[in-house]
Every structure is written in C-alpha cells, then in structure tokens.
C-alpha cells in the first residue's frame, strides 16, 4: 500500500492537490495520474498544498516538473503552499523555487 495520498479539491479561485505522505519512486506514477485527471478538467490554477507532505524523493521531483509542464501546456498557473521545512529546503536545494511560485498558505496561493 503507498504511503501517499492526492486529495482534489475544487474551491472558486482554482483546484487544490492537498498532499500527504510521501512522493517516492513508487508514489510518483499515482500522482502524475492524478495531475493528468485534474488537467483534464483544465482549471485556470492548480495549488499543491504540500503541508501533510513527509519525503520528496528525486522522484518527486521529476513528477512535479512533468506537472509544470503538463499545466503549462493548458496555461494553467501552478504554485505550491504551505511547504514543511524539509521540503522547502530540497526545492531550494534543486532550484525548483525559481521554476514554481511559493505561497506560505493556501489562501495566499489562491490570490
């Protein structure tokens, strides 16, 4: 059984991907599926509320850029929320906080 879960939520200034548990090698497949899904329903913003994120593997990280490159193509706007402190730190330490639009909340990633 994965240890990750992709919960979607619709909310009037965009669609919400609220993460939990961790994004690894066996995770990432379930997560590009998700993201495909939502993509289909073309939302004009997509926020991965990364808050009950625990690990982001290599991986991980792979499958968020194919995410950015996904929604990009549909000219939907992508950020990322709410990041625990490991995390942030491997996005920093990748650079992938200059590919993706950081907000300290939920409600500040919808605005």
């Known amino acids: 059984m ?3 879960h992709c ?5 009037p200034g965009g669609t919400v991907l609220k993460l939990v548990g961790q ?7 379930e997560f590009d599926r998700q993201c ?8 004009a913003r997509v926020v991965l509320d990364m808050s ?5 593997s290599s991986a ?3 499958a968020l850029l194919r995410l950015q490159k996904t929604f990009a193509s549909i000219q939907c706007a992508v950020r990322l929320a709410a990041l625990p402190v490991e ?4 996005l920093e330490l990748s650079r992938l906080t200059s590919v993706f639009t950081v907000a300290p909340t939920v409600a500040d990633a919808m605005n």
Do not use: K
């Open 2 to 4: 994965s240890a990750f």
């Open 7 to 11: 919960e979607v939520q619709q909310q």
């Open 23 to 29: 994004i690894g090698l066996a995770e990432a497949e």
């Open 36 to 43: 495909r899904r939502v993509a289909d329903s073309r939302p």
């Open 52 to 56: 009950g994120l625990t690990m982001l």
């Open 60 to 62: 991980g990280i792979g």
């Open 87 to 90: 995390i942030a730190q491997i």
